[in-house]
């Protein structure tokens, strides 16, 4: 009799923690409170075009004590580069082996307040999507892969970053 329970004690432990973890849904602190609240419609951030190949440079605006405003992403203008990016990437999550050809793709990274956006390109491989933070010299890798919308993400990062990595339409 022992032996029948225990697969079924198992299963069920298995399946009381994939409703658990699958049912993440929004969390509360970024939910409509309650009550009568009229939705407004959602606004997408403007859309930062691409430098042509002109002459005339786009201004980057440059960071303050405290980053890049925070509303919209914008270019970093080489603070940090992408190189720093990939750095960061390499030392801390495991996921870009040293030997490995990376580059970060053209305009990138994108910066709001201290966080930055990039993707990064790997020969024979999808795009890597890399969200991190702090300042040139000692960034932070929040979340890498792709699918950036984590949890710290959503809750923690700007507007600009947010509207990158969480409202993107599309693939990268």
């Not at 699958?22 to 609240?37: F, I, N, T, Y």
């Not at 959602?42 to 002459?55: D, F, I, R």
């Not at 303050?64 to 992403?73: L, Q, V, W």
Request: glycine share 8%; charged share 15%.
């Amino acid at each position: 009799m022992w032996r029948v329970l225990s697969p079924l004690r198992t299963l069920a432990a298995i399946v009381a923690c994939a409703a658990l973890t699958s049912a993440c849904g929004v969390p509360p602190e970024l939910r409509d409170p309650p009550g009568d609240v009229v939705p407004s419609p959602k606004t997408e951030a403007p859309v930062t075009p691409l430098p042509s190949h002109s002459s005339q440079a786009t201004p980057t605006p440059s960071p303050t004590r405290s980053g890049f405003p925070e509303e919209a992403a914008v270019s970093c203008g080489g603070r940090p580069t992408g190189a720093q990016v990939i750095a960061a990437l390499r030392r801390s999550s495991g996921l870009l082996p040293s030997g490995v050809n990376a580059t970060v793709r053209a305009g990138d990274p994108q910066c709001a307040g201290t966080w930055q956006y990039a993707v990064v390109l790997i020969p024979n491989s999808d795009p890597l999507i890399v969200v991190t933070r702090g300042q040139s010299g000692s960034l932070t890798v929040v979340t890498a892969g792709t699918d950036v919308c984590s949890i710290p993400v959503r809750t923690e990062a700007p507007a600009g970053i947010r509207t990158l990595a969480c409202d993107a339409a599309g693939p990268v």
